[in-house]
């Protein structure tokens, strides 16, 4: 599974895949934080511009020996701590494949031609601070919802709401507290019949809520 996690944090996992990898997070710390730390290199992605990709980067020789002695450098805290460790060279040579091929576009346009539209979203929780993307499909609309705030262990319920008043689930994740969450939401709503989508909690209260509206 955890060859999968950097696809799901991009938004590439669709259909069979992407339940089943959601469904192994529901019951995986491990997996759920290696995702968030993934997670936290998309937002340095996406502030880089397309124009500067046309020249493709030469990484330093010694650049993998100096990602392999800066981890072992680090004093080894909690278990936490020595999982982040593992999975911090990992993600920084993702970061940088992702970089060198120039996927970054993805993160900011569109992929295959399918548009990523940037969504409003209003928290009504203060902790909350999240961005979210509504990705387009044949099927529906796919939301990208990536925030942090979402209170550790709790879980919530995504519905998106149709133009004609119709209430559609989408998903359901659970917080990660302070560390950053990227989630892939499914509704077969059409994008064009989209009115916005909120994020509700088990009391049935809004925490969250994203225009939909064109």
Do not use: K
């Amino acid at each position: 599974m955890r060859e999968s996690l950097g696809d799901h944090a991009m938004g590439r996992l669709e259909g069979d895949e992407l339940a089943t990898l959601e469904a192994h997070l529901q019951g995986c710390p491990a997996c759920r934080e290696e995702l968030a730390e993934v997670a936290s290199v998309l937002p340095a992605l996406g502030r880089v511009a397309p124009d500067r990709l046309d020249h493709t980067p030469a990484p330093p020789p010694d650049l993998g020996d100096r990602i392999v002695a800066a981890a072992r450098a680090e004093r080894p805290a909690s278990a936490a701590t020595r999982a982040r460790n593992r999975w911090a060279p990992v993600a920084a040579a993702a970061a940088a494949a992702l970089l060198v091929g120039g996927v970054a576009g993805y993160l900011i346009g569109d992929h295959d031609g399918i548009p990523r539209e940037p969504v409003a979203v209003q928290a009504m929780d203060p902790a909350v601070q999240a961005t979210a993307v509504a990705i387009p499909h044949t099927w529906g609309v796919e939301i990208v919802l990536d925030g942090d705030g979402f209170r550790s262990g709790a879980t919530y319920r995504v519905v998106v709401e149709a133009e004609d008043g119709r209430e559609v689930n989408a998903g359901e994740f659970i917080g990660t507290g302070a560390r950053p969450m990227v989630c892939n939401l499914n509704s077969s709503v059409l994008r064009a019949d989209a009115e916005e989508f909120r994020v509700v909690d088990v009391a049935g209260s809004t925490v969250l809520r994203g225009s939909l509206a064109t």
